[in-house]
């Protein structure tokens, strides 16, 4: 009795040890963002992107395989889910906080950049967009006043500098959400830009824009790689549109508290 006992507890014990060894094994799920439009997750090299809206997805994958640039490989899909694997390298930087690559990588990110709006789009442009834009903007700054997020003369400031972006402009491929840590780089060179959930026809400086939010530090940097004409007071102007519209967005979707927002310090600053 006493040795099936033993045998018993000892056959037990070294399973429970596989398991736990197993589980220990087993790479961390962490969330990535997660809001009412969609979700991404990471679990060890693997990133799952949920989102419902298929044609979305369609368009980003599509996107990834249109442009000359290094982009995620595509692992697996399955409605809503798209798997695709980490690209290696470090991030250019995040929005709020200092960069840990040097000018030559910026560099190199605003040569990717050129790149990528030399592309032919593989989407048509849509109608109206400067009305889109201009309704977008008022209905921010409408928010933000009712709100009291920011004083009311930091935003009239940012709100005209803003509406510079309004302007007449030919459509490039662009991005669309080209922030800092969307693009990595290695040894000065870029190793992969993500996240093309945005991409389609639009104006090229808002990607320069998103990209040295936060880095102005790093703008002629961009534009030493990028070639041709950047026009510069277009992009600080971007900078204000992007920091009014993005402050009730973040507010709505439980990112916390106007005042912890850097795109709220981007203001106060006067769109620097």
Request: with cysteine; net charge negative; hydrophobic share 45%.
């Amino acid at each position: 009795m006493s040795g099936t006992t033993s045998g018993t507890t000892s056959g037990t014990t070294s399973g429970a040890d596989a398991v736990h060894a197993g589980v220990a094994a087993l790479p961390e799920v962490q969330v990535v963002v997660a809001h009412q439009a969609r979700a991404t997750l990471r679990v060890g090299d693997v990133f799952l992107k949920v989102d419902p809206d298929r044609a979305g997805i369609d368009a980003e994958v599509a996107a990834m395989a249109s442009v000359p640039v290094p982009t995620p490989r595509v692992l697996w899909r399955r409605h809503p889910v798209l798997a695709l694997e980490r690209v290696p390298g470090t991030a250019l930087g995040t929005f709020g906080h200092p960069s840990p690559v040097g000018p030559a990588a910026w560099t190199a990110a605003g040569a990717a950049l050129r790149a990528v709006h030399e592309t032919p789009s593989p989407v048509p442009a849509s109608a109206g967009p400067a009305d889109r834009l201009a309704q977008r903007l008022e209905d921010a700054c409408e928010w933000i006043l009712a709100h009291e997020a920011v004083p009311a003369d930091v935003l009239e400031r940012n709100r005209e500098l803003a509406r510079l972006v309004l302007r007449p402009a030919p459509p490039a491929f662009t991005h669309g959400d080209l922030q800092p840590d969307h693009v990595f780089v290695d040894d000065d060179h870029v190793t992969g830009i993500i996240d093309w959930s945005s991409a389609g026809p639009g104006d090229p400086v808002l990607d320069v824009a998103v990209l040295t939010l936060g880095h102005p530090e790093h703008l002629d940097d961009v534009a030493a790689g990028y070639g041709g004409d950047v026009h510069l007071d277009v992009v600080r102007a971007w900078w204000s549109y992007r920091s009014l519209t993005a402050i009730p967005w973040l507010a709505e979707h439980g990112f916390g508290s106007p005042e912890t927002f850097p795109e709220t310090a981007v203001l106060l600053a006067g769109g620097r």
